[in-house]
């Protein structure tokens, strides 16, 4: 992948969005695009970043950190999009902007401990389970409203959205199906926006279904492999 690669597969990321923004009768404003960086080179996201790409999301902890790192000062917004570990939110709470995939209240807890340490702020969405696959994490539908209550009084991490993944499957209704439930979810879910939960986002939607998230409310779409190529 070179520069020019990356901006024409950007570009054809973007024509889609705004193609099924235009079919949805939703307006493309609404949408933020993630890059999902991982596994590639900071290079990429350096040609991105000619492109006006602004946010960049990671799934490991390690690599995230380095990247922030290595790219420190750059007019970049982070997204930590992976299975978090708790002793390790240390080593990016102090600079991560977003983090998609809190499933328990405790990894909310350790976010507000050293996001406070670091002066920082940073924006949470909870991860759900729509698919019913377990390695895909997140919390039950069920777990979600005491989340949502226990988490109004933080001062450094502000709840303001949901993430689901669908399952891996060719079967558009059934993709189809898990984004609805997403979405009826924060619709459900909403009444509980006070103090530090504020819910504004819905983050689904991959290269291979984002035009099915747009479809069922996305406001948020995750893109890999579309942007940056196929990873090994
Ligand atoms: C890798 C990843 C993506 C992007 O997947 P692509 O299929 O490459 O677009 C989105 N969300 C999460 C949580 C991921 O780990």
């Known amino acids: 992948m070179d520069s020019h690669q990356i901006s024409s597969n950007l570009a054809i990321v973007k024509q889609r969005i705004s193609k099924a923004c235009a079919d949805a009768g939703r307006d493309p404003n609404e949408i933020t695009l993630v890059a999902v960086s991982k596994t590639k080179p900071t290079s990429y996201i350096e040609y991105a970043m000619e492109h006006e790409q602004v946010h960049f999301g990671e799934n490991r902890m390690q690599e995230l950190d380095d990247k922030m790192t290595e790219l420190a000062g750059k007019n970049i917004e982070w997204h930590m999009i992976g299975n978090l570990q708790t002793n390790k939110i240390k080593f990016i709470a102090d600079r991560v902007h977003w983090v998609h995939s809190i499933e328990k209240l405790k990894y909310l807890k350790e976010f507000e401990k050293r996001a406070a340490d670091a002066n920082h702020h940073v924006k949470a969405l909870i991860q759900v389970n729509i698919s019913n696959e377990k390695q895909k994490g997140g919390c039950k539908p069920e777990a979600l409203k005491d989340l949502l209550l226990a988490s109004q009084s933080f001062k450094h991490v502000t709840v303001c959205g949901l993430m689901g993944m669908a399952t891996f499957t060719d079967d ?35 290269s291979n279904d984002m035009e099915i998230a747009i479809q069922e409310g996305a406001t948020m779409l995750r893109i890999g492999s579309d942007i940056f190529g196929a990873r090994n």
């Open 172 to 206: 558009e209704s059934e993709v189809r199906s898990e984004f609805k439930l997403l979405k009826s979810l924060f619709d459900e879910h909403k009444q509980y926006s006070e103090g530090s939960v504020q819910l504004e986002h819905i983050s689904m939607g991959m």
